[in-house]
């Protein structure tokens, strides 16, 4: 009985370094290779030439100033998410609330605005309702790390059902607010005073949302990368016995890690109903709570790589958006395109940690002897 044992044809092995330049001419390999598959889908499906496609999709990002604009609008806050999420991620805390911490920020500054939009001026309001939206945010996020701190809950699923929760207290107060009543919606809030509104800075509506993005995700790169709070939360990230053995209190870094996340997420929905959107819905935060831990894991969780997967995220989804208007095609065609793309992207991490190795033939093996 022949017991030889078989080499595998394919084996693989994890990578033990890699280069910066060969990583990007990875990723850059795979772009280019999705940018082809999209092609080849585009013709056989539609028939369409897929290069007048890839103008679309680049029209609808930067074919006017005005589009451009809502393009840095929507990255902003999508990198603001993205961001917050970050430091909870790194520690290995699975964070799945981002929706509904920011929702909670939404709804601390809605209900400033709306009860007290009629006895305050702008000058006391935009203050008041930037320290309830990040306090009530921290709030959000504090609770399932309390829990997780002291009796080791399970803090996917608690953070997941914080978003219910949040969607539905939501939802409650928008059927207490809603203008005109029986419509099921609050509209503009305070739009003929605009108590609690943002300024706008020369002549910009979104500027100042862009430049407050701008600044958080340098600040956050800076305290990852250089404060004491950053690295003893690797190190928890890292091992948390690891930690507890040279003396790092880690029930204290979950809840403060947590607290800064949930402020920041707080911070977004401010944004949001104060600076860009002026109003209060479930759908919001739009997603961005999931597509926030997606951003953030391209760019292994460094705010400053979060700027190229933000941008990638936000050119696909206002390019898909395009495609369908232009073309005249089910939107979800575009989203098809930007799956393709995203898959190829995700896919290219596997092979910058990961080497294919394929057996080699008898012939080969003996010419190497």
Same mark, same amino acid.
């Given at each position: 009985?022949?017991?030889?044992?078989?080499?595998?044809?394919?084996?693989?092995?994890?990578?033990?370094?890699? @280069?910066? !330049?060969?990583?990007?001419?990875?990723?850059?390999?795979?772009?280019?290779?999705?940018?082809?598959?999209?092609?080849?889908? +585009? +013709?056989v499906t539609t028939h369409l030439n897929p290069f007048s496609v890839y103008a679309s999709m680049w029209n609808g990002s930067f074919g006017s100033e005005r589009k451009v604009w809502v393009l840095a609008k929507e990255l902003s806050i999508l990198l603001m998410v993205s961001v917050a999420l970050a430091p909870s991620f790194k520690m290995k805390f699975w964070n799945l609330g981002g929706e509904g911490q920011v929702l909670a920020g939404v709804l601390a500054t809605s209900a400033c605005m709306v009860y007290l939009g009629g006895s305050m001026t702008n000058a006391?309001?935009?203050?008041?309702?930037?320290? =309830?939206?990040?306090?009530? $945010?921290?709030?959000?996020?504090?609770?399932?790390?309390?829990?997780?701190?002291?009796?080791?809950? #399970?803090? +996917?699923?608690?953070?997941? *059902?914080?978003?219910?929760?949040?969607?539905? &207290?939501?939802?409650?107060?928008?059927?207490?607010?809603?203008?005109?009543?029986? @419509?099921? !919606?609050?509209?503009? %809030? #305070?739009?003929?005073?605009?108590?609690?509104?943002?300024?706008?800075?020369?002549?910009?509506?979104?500027?100042?949302?862009?430049?407050?993005? %701008?600044?958080?995700?340098? /600040?956050?790169?800076?305290?990852?990368?250089?404060?004491?709070?950053?690295?003893?939360?690797?190190?928890?990230?890292? @091992?948390? #016995?690891?930690?507890?053995?040279?003396?790092?209190?880690?029930?204290?870094?979950? *809840?403060?890690?947590?607290?800064?996340?949930?402020?920041? =997420?707080?911070?977004?929905?401010?944004?949001?109903?104060? $600076?860009?959107?002026?109003?209060?819905?479930?759908? &919001?935060?739009?997603?961005?709570?999931? /597509?926030?831990?997606?951003?953030?894991?391209?760019?292994?969780?460094?705010?400053?790589? *979060?700027?190229? @997967? $933000?941008? /990638? %995220?936000?050119? *696909?989804?206002?390019?898909?958006?395009?495609?369908?208007?232009?073309?005249?095609?089910?939107?979800?065609?575009?989203?098809?395109?930007?799956?393709?793309?995203?898959?190829?992207?995700? $896919?290219?991490?596997?092979?910058? #940690?990961?080497?294919?190795?394929?057996?080699?033939?008898?012939?080969?093996?003996?010419?190497?002897?």
């Amino acid at each position: 009985m022949d017991k030889t044992v078989k080499e595998p044809f394919i084996h693989i092995t994890k990578r033990k370094e890699i @280069s910066k !330049k060969r990583e990007w001419a990875i990723r850059l390999a795979s772009i280019l290779l999705a940018l082809i598959v999209c092609a080849i889908v +585009t +013709t056989v499906t539609t028939h369409l030439n897929p290069f007048s496609v890839y103008a679309s999709m680049w029209n609808g990002s930067f074919g006017s100033e005005r589009k451009v604009w809502v393009l840095a609008k929507e990255l902003s806050i999508l990198l603001m998410v993205s961001v917050a999420l970050a430091p909870s991620f790194k520690m290995k805390f699975w964070n799945l609330g981002g929706e509904g911490q920011v929702l909670a920020g939404v709804l601390a500054t809605s209900a400033c605005m709306v009860y007290l939009g009629g006895s305050m001026t702008n000058a006391g309001m935009i203050p008041l309702t930037l320290v =309830c939206a990040v306090a009530f $945010g921290a709030l959000w996020a504090f609770i399932p790390a309390f829990f997780k701190a002291k009796w080791n809950t #399970n803090e +996917t699923l608690f953070t997941l *059902m914080m978003n219910y929760v949040g969607i539905q &207290l939501v939802a409650y107060f928008i059927i207490k607010w809603e203008s005109p009543k029986g @419509s099921g !919606k609050v509209g503009i %809030i #305070n739009q003929n005073t605009q108590v609690g509104w943002l300024p706008t800075l020369a002549g910009k509506p979104y500027l100042l949302v862009v430049l407050v993005a %701008i600044l958080v995700t340098v /600040l956050m790169y800076i305290y990852l990368k250089y404060s004491k709070h950053g690295f003893e939360l690797s190190v928890v990230g890292d @091992s948390q #016995n690891t930690a507890k053995y040279v003396g790092i209190k880690v029930d204290r870094v979950i *809840m403060r890690t947590l607290l800064l996340t949930g402020a920041i =997420c707080g911070l977004t929905g401010w944004l949001m109903v104060a $600076g860009t959107d002026h109003t209060i819905t479930t759908t &919001l935060a739009g997603g961005r709570g999931f /597509l926030g831990v997606l951003v953030a894991w391209l760019a292994h969780f460094n705010p400053i790589g *979060m700027l190229l @997967s $933000g941008f /990638l %995220i936000v050119f *696909m989804s206002r390019g898909a958006a395009e495609i369908s208007t232009a073309f005249g095609l089910n939107k979800s065609f575009g989203d098809i395109l930007t799956g393709i793309i995203l898959f190829f992207v995700i $896919g290219s991490e596997f092979f910058i #940690n990961y080497q294919v190795h394929f057996r080699k033939s008898h012939r080969k093996e003996a010419a190497d002897v």
